[in-house]
């Protein structure tokens, strides 16, 4: 099954920018529909309702938070995001939708994604130069995420491209049939005992840049849906749904 | 044939080539070189030959004598030519870019170094790249990041689990952070936190105003890590990059090690490129559109690799001596070089690599031929030459800029010029620059003049029969019979206007031999014969006779009047020769005299109406001289004459009709008549002796034209000064007519013999008659005004 959908969560500032850009080049790659969704973080409302609420920019002065100067930056960061979302869409000639939603960061997607929708999280993997300097890589923990993972990196790999897929906690049987899966294509196949955020992180320091497909519900996209520090890869994170 | 006593024979009126001793040119030997040119050739070898500064060449001569055939053969024959000079490249000076640096390397090398340079500038950028994409630039890179990533992490870690500790929350906004209260994992509502005890409330605003200071003072050392990182990271970079830049200079650096001015060169390159490696890398993100298009052309125009390249700009790789270099067309550009310019985002820019040589570079340490009309009627081009021949080096100006139109571009450093100069031009070219330019003879100091005429002896003619042959030879045409070579010989003393002499100007020799040729083929002739020889004479003087022919039927009709037969007091056919272009030929003028009571005064009625030049002016001063010496030695002149050339209109010169307003004069004093069949030419010095003048043959002709016009019958004729009897060199036809006694040429030494002549009494009776009528006027103080035409 091909992949239905590549979504993008979108907040504010450069990192969002970026997101979109790498979105766009994934979907187009898949012949995927893009969709970004921006996100008005209903925590940072609440907190604007108290008198002493401050915010701090990067000069270091503190400015009082206000709901309504919230809801101004929103609806202007909301309409850069989709601008900047229709631009690389034409650009990469794929089919774009853009939406605003209100909710808590963590909730944001979960209510969006479906079977075969791919979650971008992190961008510069697949920047020409980043694509040159490291393989993409799939996490393949068996799973049916998985294989559509496998199936979506096999596809961003193209046929000339070099593809790692990282077997979790398989045996010998396992990697010899991903092997043979795998025949003809220029794929290395390696074992992953214990697919854990911090194993990863070391494999791909090993060689930073890139994509890394992840199979939704595995440790990792857990890790990522849940905002933990440590899971901000050096790569662009494909969670396959 | 006249039996006047200084009438001249037809053998003294034209030089006839006597037999020459082959049958067809095919039999002479070709001459190798020019005809009699030994100064010019002794002063060009000599300009050549020395190497010392003004010691520049230039080669005067009317054109068509073979100037540029003898400088390319004295260039070439030239015993010691000269070692091949350097090659000059010009780099990128890095410390002023607008001025790149001239470099000198040995012959040859120029090209290696700009190979090399361009095999470096290949394997620069993936040598860079492959440095940044090392296992150790990453590893390192990792290291600096991570360094500071963890300096960042930890002091975020440390204050997130501070802010816990304080049940706060840290919150990303549109534009920056903020903390916020969380019970139970929700963000405090307002109504909860109003609920809270006071002392609760403040506890809460004192965790928020400690954590945003703690906040603060993070923010306020984020940049320092950052720079401190960057700075770290730069530091790497340069190190490996030096280190890349070092190896793949080494092989240019050993090649050109005894090159001083290189070795310093690439230092600076080396410096450069650490200073740009990040310039060698591809871009992180790769736009799209209008803007990537913009920076993709604003990258290729500033990239760094293109300062290091070398531009080869005078290559000297097969050359086995100095260079002789002849520009045609000798304008500022092509001399000095020119910038070139590229059209870039609507903006015109030049770096050095558009830089071109001009002939003054190509021709440095060797010998430059240039023509000197077209030089100096080039904008700037002469001033320009000047200064770098002066202060010894090439400097490349635009011509805008060397008119002050310009003001910013580049401004290459100039190279040292050791050039050989030689200007190849008229004559009147020369003289001028000699007597208006301060710097010629400075700069110049060579002539090497080129003689219109050599002399008609035998030798000479000998070389000339050569010439034609080789002429004949080269050109392809067709051999000449001796008859023809003779011909031929003797228009060359025609065009010499001395039958002593021949000409030394190849152009029309060439000329006539190919229209000879073209006449014999034309007929079918395997040889050129002197028919048609003859043929193509009369051809050219047709083609260009129009003028001619028109001014003699103006006098075959009476439009201008001259009498050709009788005698008239006062009144006398004096000769003028006409130039246009190429065409000269003579014609009668008629001087009138009138005398009258006055104050020992002649005036000259041409210099009155401002139609005299100073030398007609200065010739009828002398005549006044003489008249004023030879009958006013013992009583003022008591008469006023006046002299004009009747139908003039567009002004006289020189002062060849002197002699025949002196006899006008002294026939309107005598009241003696003069032949009006015998035209006179010659000046008269105070002494009353005759004097040579220029254009006798065409006078001469020019008379002979109008006489044959009216009816020749023997009567007809011209004088001449004795001296210029030697020029003579009539056409035949003329010739023939003396022959036949029907036209005369008259030799004269003094007044005496042209007033004889014209009178047909002894020059003393008119001599007489003149102070007879002088005493008349001084005694009786009037004159009488109708006698003068008692002669008619």
């Excluded at chain 2, 650096?253 to 080396?270: C, G, I, M, N, S």
């Excluded at chain 2, 008119?403 to 003289?431: A, F, H, N, Q, W």
């Amino acid at each position: 099954m091909s992949a239905r959908r590549v979504v993008v969560a979108l907040a504010t500032g450069d990192r969002s920018a970026r997101l979109v850009r790498e979105a766009a080049r994934v979907a187009a790659r898949l012949s995927a529909e893009l969709e970004g969704c921006f996100l008005e973080d209903e925590d940072l409302l609440r907190l604007a309702a108290h008198s002493f609420a401050h915010w701090m920019g990067s000069a270091g002065e503190a400015r009082a938070l206000r709901a309504d100067d919230l809801e101004r930056e929103w609806r202007a960061v909301a309409g850069e995001m989709r601008a900047s979302l229709e631009r690389e869409a034409a650009s990469h000639r794929v089919v774009a939708r853009f939406e605003v939603r209100r909710g808590r960061p963590r909730d944001a997607l979960s209510h969006r994604v479906e079977r075969g929708d791919i979650v971008v999280v992190g961008w510069g993997g697949w920047a020409p130069s980043a694509r040159r300097a490291a393989p993409v890589r799939v996490l393949y923990d068996g799973s049916e995420a998985a294989d559509r993972a496998l199936e979506a990196g096999l596809r961003l790999a193209g046929e000339e491209g070099r593809l790692a897929v990282w077997i979790a906690g398989a045996g010998e049987g396992a990697l010899d049939a991903m092997r043979a899966r795998l025949a003809g294509r220029a794929a290395h196949v390696a074992p992953m005992a214990e697919p854990s955020v911090a194993a990863v992180r070391h494999a791909l320091d090993e060689r930073p840049g890139g994509l890394l497909l992840v199979p939704a519900g595995s440790v990792i996209a857990d890790a990522l849906a849940a905002g933990a520090e440590e899971a901000r890869f050096p790569a662009s994170v494909l969670v396959v749904h | 044939m006249s039996d006047h006593p200084r009438a001249l024979t037809p053998s003294e009126v034209r030089r006839t080539c006597p037999p020459l001793s082959f049958a067809t040119t095919d039999e002479v030997e070709p001459l190798r070189g020019l005809l009699g040119q030994a100064r010019a050739e002794e002063a060009l070898r000599f300009g050549v030959g020395i190497q010392k500064k003004g010691f520049n060449v230039y080669v005067l001569g009317p054109s068509g004598t073979g100037k540029h055939h003898l400088v390319r053969d004295a260039l070439a024959s030239r015993q010691s030519p000269g070692p091949v000079p350097s090659d000059h490249v010009y780099v990128h000076d890095f410390s002023a870019p607008d001025r790149p640096i001239a470099i000198a390397v040995p012959p040859g090398r120029g090209a290696d170094l700009s190979e090399a340079m361009k095999r470096v500038v290949e394997d620069l950028a993936d040598a860079i790249l492959a440095m940044f994409e090392s296992d150790e630039f990453r590893t390192r890179r990792q290291v600096i990041e991570q360094k500071v990533e963890a300096r960042h992490e930890e002091a975020f870690a440390h204050l997130a689990a501070e802010a816990t500790r304080r049940n706060l929350r840290m919150l990303r906004t549109p534009a920056g952070l903020a903390f916020a209260p969380f019970v139970g994992g929700e963000v405090l509502d307002p109504d909860a936190f109003a609920k809270l005890p006071e002392a609760q409330q403040n506890e809460v605003r004192d965790h928020l105003e400690a954590m945003e200071n703690a906040l603060r003072a993070i923010m306020h050392q984020v940049p320092a890590w950052r720079r401190e990182a960057r700075e770290e990271l730069r530091a790497v970079e340069r190190e490996l990059t030096r280190l890349v830049a070092r190896h793949q200079l080494a092989e240019v650096r050993a090649a050109f090690a005894d090159l001083e001015k290189v070795t310093r060169w690439l230092d600076a390159v080396e410096a450069d490129i650490v200073q740009h490696a990040h310039a060698f890398l591809p871009r992180e993100e790769d736009g799209d559109g209008a803007e990537a298009a913009m920076q993709a052309a604003l990258s290729e125009r500033l990239h760094p690799t293109l300062r290091y390249r070398v531009n080869l700009l005078v290559d000297r790789r097969g050359l086995e001596a100095a260079p002789v270099i002849e520009e045609d067309h000798p304008t500022v550009e092509r001399l000095f070089g020119r910038i070139d310019r590229r059209a870039h985002l609507g903006a015109l820019y030049s770096d050095f690599t558009m830089i071109k040589p001009g002939a003054l570079h190509r021709a440095n340490g060797g010998t430059l031929v240039l023509d000197a009309q077209r030089l100096l009627t080039s904008p700037a081009a002469w001033d320009s030459l000047k200064r770098a021949l002066t202060h010894r080096q090439i400097e490349i100006e635009s011509l805008g800029r060397v008119m002050g139109l310009t003001t910013s571009e580049l401004d290459p450093e100039p190279i040292e010029l050791d050039v050989k100069v030689i200007l190849v031009g008229e004559r009147r070219l020369y003289y001028l620059l000699a007597a208006y330019d301060p710097d010629f003879d400075q700069l110049f100091k060579v002539a090497a003049d080129f003689d219109d005429t050599v002399p008609w002896d035998e030798a000479m003619q000998g070389d000339l029969c050569r010439l034609i042959a080789g002429m004949a030879r080269s050109d392809g045409l067709l051999p000449l019979e001796a008859p023809a070579v003779a011909r031929v010989i003797e228009e060359s003393a025609r065009w010499a206007r001395d039958r002593r002499q021949l000409s030394a100007e190849l152009s029309p020799l060439s000329n006539l031999l190919r229209e000879a040729d073209w006449r014999a083929r034309d007929r079918g002739g395997a040889r050129i014969e002197v028919d048609d020889v003859r043929g193509a004479i009369a051809a050219r003087d047709h083609r260009l006779g129009r003028l001619r022919e028109r001014s003699l039927a103006r006098f075959a009709d009476g439009t201008l009047r001259v009498v050709t037969e009788g005698a008239v007091v006062g009144q006398v056919n004096a000769l003028s020769v006409l130039a246009v272009g190429e065409l000269a030929f003579g014609q009668p003028s008629r001087i009138t005299a009138r005398v009258r009571l006055g104050r020992g005064e002649v005036i000259d009625i041409e210099r009155e109406a401002s139609l005299a030049g100073s030398l007609h002016t200065k010739g009828v001063m002398i005549l006044s001289s003489y008249l004023a010496a030879r009958y006013g030695q013992e009583q003022p002149l008591g008469v006023t004459a006046s002299l004009v050339f009747e139908q003039s209109y567009g002004g006289v010169d020189g002062d060849s009709a002197s002699m025949a307003e002196l006899c006008a004069l002294l026939s309107a004093l005598a009241q003696i008549p003069l032949s009006q069949s015998i035209a006179i030419t010659g000046s008269v010095d105070q002494t009353g002796a005759a004097q040579i003048v220029g254009g006798v043959n065409e006078k001469v002709e020019g008379f002979f034209d109008v006489c044959r016009a009216c009816g020749l019958d023997g009567t007809h004729g011209v004088l001449i000064p004795a001296p210029n009897v030697e020029w003579l060199m009539l056409r035949e036809d003329v010739v023939e007519e003396i022959a036949r006694g029907r036209f005369h040429l008259y030799r004269m030494s003094s007044i005496e013999d042209a007033l004889e002549t014209l009178t047909g009494r002894a020059p003393a009776r008119v001599h007489e008659a003149v102070a007879a009528r002088l005493a008349t006027f001084g005694g009786r103080g009037a004159p009488r005004r109708r006698e003068e035409d008692r002669g008619r």
